[in-house]
């Protein structure tokens, strides 16, 4: 999708876009250089972290970190 920057460097988003997204009218966007080209995300949108660490023995890697240090 090719659009053009108008006087202002205002750029619509393509709606198809927006809709996969669900970027809504306020919401803000985060504007990033990644190499020659920009980068935009939601500000607001953060991956839900419930539960990735499921399945990991986190407290068993702590305690045998612990016991390999040297005392």
Do not use: N, Y
């Amino acid at each position: 999708m090719t659009h053009r920057m108008g006087t202002k460097g205002q750029v619509v988003i393509p709606k198809e876009l927006r809709d996969t997204l669900d970027l809504r009218p306020g919401d803000e966007l985060d504007f990033e250089l990644d190499g020659d080209a920009v980068r935009v995300e939601s500000a607001h949108r953060q991956r839900d972290l419930r539960g990735c660490l499921s399945g990991h023995d986190l407290t068993g890697a702590l305690e045998a970190d612990r016991r390999s240090e040297p005392r």
